[in-house]
């Protein structure tokens, strides 16, 4: 399976934007890039996910470099409730459904 | 939409015994995972169903662990002989079926100690 690479951790301050980097050199042409969060005593939540254009929802944008090797999570404006783990997915479209997690990204924001 | 529900939400018990936890999906989605969490690791997939069935189960699933989805609606995943190696979140997501891109939904998961 293709792998992702995050950054162990980061820190924002609130009500700035923050740019979460995912790296996957090894993405194949069917791979869709999914994001995930997971609140502090939570399970993982959907955040947003794309394949090769931009994509936006309220949550968040995702921008997908043009070679697809890596991608950008885009918080517009953090705030204290944004503070998690956030992953960056690799699927494979015929994948089930099954998502693989890696480690992840820790989000901090400092009030 | 009451989310997917797990129970229960934490469990301690001694090394040796058998455990059971639930899942409830929500309501008319097809397939139900199961996933394990450490501390500080992401979750690692067990297992899926598409309704009833079984689809796939990883090679971390040994064979004290068993899950059962019955009626293509709640699932339990069963441990027998715990040992302190399974301590760990245990989650449960759901997805309809309609494409192959359909988000998972997660519980809160089922938080197991085992002393």
């Known amino acids: 399976d293709a792998k992702t690479t995050q950054p162990n951790s980061m820190e924002s301050n609130e009500e700035e934007p923050v740019h979460l980097p995912c790296n996957h050199s090894?993405?194949?042409?069917?791979?869709?890039i999914h994001w995930y969060r997971q609140l502090p005593s939570q399970g993982p939540e959907y955040v947003i996910h794309?394949?090769?254009s931009n994509v936006n929802n309220r949550m968040a944008s995702l921008a997908i470099a043009e070679d697809r090797k890596s991608s950008t999570l885009i918080l517009h404006r953090a705030t204290l409730r944004d503070a998690a783990v956030y992953y960056c997915i690799l699927r494979l479209n015929n994948a089930g459904n099954m998502l693989t997690f890696g480690g992840g990204t820790r989000l901090m924001v400092k009030p | 939409d009451t989310g997917v529900s797990q129970d229960p939400r934490h469990k301690i018990t001694k090394r040796g015994q058998n455990v059971t936890f639930r899942c409830d999906p929500i309501?008319?989605?097809?397939?139900l995972y199961w996933y394990r969490q450490t501390l500080g690791q992401g979750p690692e997939f067990l297992t899926y169903?598409?309704?009833?069935?079984?689809?796939?189960k990883s090679r971390l699933l040994s064979d004290r662990f068993s899950a059962e989805r019955p009626k293509g609606s709640f699932s339990t995943l069963e441990i027998q002989r715990t040992e302190q190696g399974d301590s760990a979140m245990y989650l449960c997501?759901?997805?309809?079926?309609?494409?192959?891109?359909?988000?998972?939904?997660f519980g809160s998961g089922t938080q197991l100690s085992v002393l």
């Open positions: 997501a759901s997805s309809p079926v309609w494409t192959t891109n359909e988000k998972l939904f």
């Open positions: 794309g394949l090769t």
């Open positions: 169903f598409q309704n009833e069935a079984q689809l796939e």
């Open positions: 309501s008319e989605h097809n397939r």
């Open positions: 090894t993405i194949s042409g069917t791979d869709y």
